[in-house]
């Protein structure tokens, strides 16, 4: 017989710690949807998305039930449609949005994405439409998230795209200004974007992915933060063998339900994303993890080194739990998303410096941040480009997802409501790196030695 | 298959008696059970064998939820793999 220590260690992380399993997500290559005649294009796109992906939310309904674990979203990715845009050049890319989002609605996710371009090294045919239409494309979509991969460590950054991306930024949000800005919610720009990221609103199927794949993406900020405080006096060391343990236990839920899902959709198993991602749900959140290893408040000085643990040993005690480990693993700090990091940010211990500083150590980047509606875009290119650079100098994943909140200043506050939780107004430096945005190009990539 | 079946909540009279009544209606068969009462707190662990179950694992998992919110307990129907897969390597 099972421990029943360990059966209701279990009961008790769902029940009171918010254990869940984030995120199904089944990834499908559209490559074989590509022709020259749009329409011919998008109604392949609708129909194959409908055809694999028919089964996709029940089968997790029914893991869910069987299991007794709450699986919050399935989702859809799909092959950067920059990339099937391309063949059909005279027509706005914003048609095959359309199919996207008819065919998320059919099939019940809560989010289809790959709404993408890869441009870190130039634009190729089909980028620079889809860039264009972005915006008109989160306005008037519900389920629909795009990205766009504008630097990476062998590439560089491409300073062209940075430039635009701030404009683009921009106008999502001023198209979506009735609506507490919420298309730039849906619009991450990275460097380094893994191709097998399960979780929104970056995630797109890679080209070097297989034609369909099924990426689960975990979850429990909750659950680490209550093994923390069940385990007052350890040390440093401590607190880090702890993670780890918990983290393992997270990570072998994750792998069960993704080769489960795998099983029962007769679709490959690719990825465990071994994530802290936290909900605005009070109690589960990173920052109160951060706080409970001894921080007043998240943001204090001592933040980014315990971050940086965190963020390892989620890794080290997650890897040994699952067969593929991918996407973007690691613990996420979206600010509006999690509960701790609203608080941080309203009481003003947690400032835009000091998360960009933390984006160094852990996965992801500066996410859902509110930003002044009066921020100018060359400003946001500039936060962009900081960002990327230190994703491209530390070989790893940053993105940065801001939202200028329209109309409003700092203090104020955007509320999305769900997943995508509300938060303040952060403060913005106001001085200009206009110049430097502007003369465009490309940052060259970044020595791989002599590390310092 | 087999599933782990959790009780806990307030002591009272006929709730190992309920939770197998309904196991038995179903053909579910009770393999082994644990249980503690500490203070007025039940705490009881089935586990059940579900391969002759005459309805789906789902409705069996909904009728114990049921009996669970009838009685004011937390019931919880759960696949054995769950725990396996988390607390063994």
Redesign the interface.
């Known amino acids: 017989?099972?421990?029943?220590h360990?059966?209701?260690?279990?009961?008790n992380m769902?029940?009171n710690e918010n254990l869940d399993v984030r995120t199904i997500t089944m990834g499908i290559s559209l490559l074989d949807c590509v022709d020259s005649d749009q329409k011919t294009a998008c109604d392949k796109v609708y129909d194959k998305i409908c055809r694999y992906a028919s089964n996709l939310v029940r089968t997790g309904e029914?893991i869910s039930?069987?299991?007794?674990?709450p699986i919050i979203n399935k989702r859809i990715s799909v092959t950067p449609i920059s990339m099937i845009a391309a063949a059909c050049p005279s027509k706005s890319p914003a048609h095959f949005a359309q199919a996207l989002d008819r065919a998320a609605k059919e099939v019940g996710v809560n989010f289809i994405g790959g709404y993408s371009a890869l441009v870190h090294k130039g634009f190729g045919p089909g980028d620079y439409a889809l860039i264009e239409s972005i915006p008109e494309v989160l306005s008037t979509t519900s389920f629909v998230c795009s990205s766009v991969n504008v630097g990476t460590t062998k590439a560089g950054i491409n300073m062209d795209a940075v430039g635009k991306m701030g404009r683009v930024i921009r106008e999502c949000a001023e198209k979506t200004a009735d609506r507490d800005c919420i298309g730039a919610a849906k619009l991450v720009v990275f460097c380094n974007a893994p191709e097998d990221n399960p979780f929104m609103a970056g995630a797109f199927h890679g080209p070097g992915e297989p034609d369909c794949v099924i990426n689960v993406g975990v979850s429990g900020p909750g659950v680490v933060r209550a093994a923390l405080a069940k385990a007052e006096d350890c040390d440093i060391t401590g607190i880090a063998d702890l993670i780890k343990k918990t983290a393992f236990?997270i990570t072998?839920?994750g792998?069960?339900v993704a080769q489960e899902a795998s099983r029962r959709l007769f679709v490959p198993f690719g990825i465990v994303d071994l994530s802290l991602a936290p909900t605005p749900a009070v109690g589960d959140s990173v920052a109160y993890i951060l706080e409970e290893m001894g921080l007043e408040a998240c943001g204090a000085h001592g933040t980014t080194a315990a971050l940086a643990l965190l963020n390892d040993a989620v890794k080290k005690g997650g890897i040994m739990a699952s067969s593929h480990v991918g996407g973007l693993s690691g613990a996420f700090i979206p600010v509006t998303e999690d509960a701790g990091m609203i608080e941080a940010a309203r009481r003003g211990s947690l400032t835009l410096n000091k998360l960009e500083a933390m984006t160094a150590v852990c996965s992801v980047g500066l996410d859902m941040i509110a930003i002044p509606g009066d921020t100018p875009a060359e400003v946001i290119s500039g936060i962009i480009a900081d960002e990327a650079a230190i994703g491209m100098v530390n070989s790893k994943t940053t993105a940065v997802r801001l939202i200028p909140a329209i109309g409003k200043q700092v203090g104020e506050e955007l509320n999305f409501g769900g997943l995508l939780g509300g938060g303040p107004v952060m403060e913005v430096n106001r001085y200009s790196p206009q110049r430097f945005i502007q003369r465009g190009g490309r940052i060259p990539a970044p020595l791989q030695s002599l590390k310092n | 298959m087999r599933a782990?079946i959790?009780v806990?909540g307030k002591d009272m009279v006929g709730i190992l008696a309920r939770v197998s009544t309904i196991c038995a209606e179903n053909q579910v068969n009770v393999i082994?059970v644990?249980q503690s009462v500490l203070q007025d707190m039940f705490?009881m662990?089935m586990?059940v064998d579900i391969s002759k179950s005459t309805i789906p694992?789902?409705d069996l998992?909904d009728r114990l939820t049921e009996l669970g919110t009838s009685m004011n307990l937390?019931i919880?129907?759960?696949?054995?793999?769950?725990?396996?897969?988390?607390?063994r390597i």
């Open positions: 017989m099972i421990n029943s360990d059966i209701l260690e279990t009961i769902i029940d029914d039930k069987d299991y007794g674990i236990k072998r839920m792998q069960l | 782990v959790t806990l082994e644990t705490a662990i586990m694992f789902s998992a937390t919880h129907t759960m696949h054995e793999d769950i725990f396996n897969s988390m607390h």
